[in-house]
T-cell receptor, first 112, second 114 residues
Framework: GAGVSQSPSNKVTEKGKDVELRCDPI?????LYWYRQSLGQGLEFLIY????????KSGLPSDRFSAERTGGSVSTLTIQRTQQEDSAVYLC??????????FGSGTRLTVV | AQSVTQLGSHVSVSEGALVLLRCNYS??????LFWYVQYPNQGLQLLLK??????LVKGINGFEAEFKKSETSFHLTKPSAHMSDAAEYFC????????????FGKGITLSVRP
């Protein structure tokens, strides 16, 4: 597609439920990143994919967080047993190997 | 480890005035440096990037930044602020090129007074 697409744009979930956040990167972009943006924490790196593998998942905050990428394209970030501190905007970005990424508009997750 | 410092959280300027947003980095190897802008309820948009070519980098919307190795700085400037420049601005650094994670500063909110 023309840009990085994320869905849903907003998600409200009850504490303890699982959520899945989706990212469609720009076609042909081999690198894909997930970041989390929350008040007081700024932008935190979560995980990086090169193709379907994740050589750097050092930013995942706990084992409740996981991500996968299939076909070198779509990625899903899953948060199990959501907690209120998981409330944030989750941003996805992709890159073709040039310098700098293209970001999606993000998914705003609210855990109530 | 690499890091980015953006002093202050908020800058307010009058329309037509100079915009100066400061960014200092810490990196043990030559860095790649970026400025991103985020408008309300939107993702981040790349303004400009330094990748070891010219030290004065021109970006979109009239912004530019100068890489100063001796000062470990990459400050963002615009000669004349416009109301539409009101947004949050993030400086970021990476080490080894594009497929390396970006480390972001905390961001600075720019307000423009009429």
């Amino acid at each position: 597609g023309a840009g990085v697409s994320q869905s849903p744009s907003n998600k409200v979930t009850e504490k303890g439920k699982d959520v899945e956040l989706r990212c469609d990167p720009i076609s042909g972009h081999t690198a894909l990143y997930w970041y989390r943006q929350s008040l007081g924490q700024g932008l935190e790196f979560l995980i990086y994919f090169q193709g379907n593998s994740a050589p750097d998942k050092s930013g995942l905050p706990s084992d409740r967080f996981s991500a996968e990428r299939t076909g070198g394209s779509v990625s899903t970030l899953t948060i199990q047993r959501t907690q209120q501190e998981d409330s944030a905007v989750y941003l996805c970005a992709s890159s073709s190997g040039g310098h700098g990424y293209t970001f999606g508009s993000g998914t705003r997750l609210t855990v109530v | 480890a690499q890091s980015v410092t953006q002093l202050g959280s908020h800058v307010s300027v009058s329309e037509g005035a100079l915009v100066l947003l400061r960014c200092n980095y810490s990196s043990s190897v030559p860095p790649y440096l970026f400025w991103y802008v985020q408008y309300p309820n939107q993702g981040l948009q790349l303004l400009l990037k330094y990748t070891s070519a010219a030290t004065l980098v021109k970006g979109i919307n009239g912004f530019e930044a100068e890489f100063k190795k001796s000062e470990t700085s990459f400050h963002l400037t615009k000669p004349s602020a416009h109301m539409s420049d009101a947004a949050e601005y993030f400086c970021a650094v990476s080490y080894t090129g594009a497929n390396s994670k970006l480390t972001f500063g905390k961001g600075i909110t720019l307000s423009v007074r009429p």
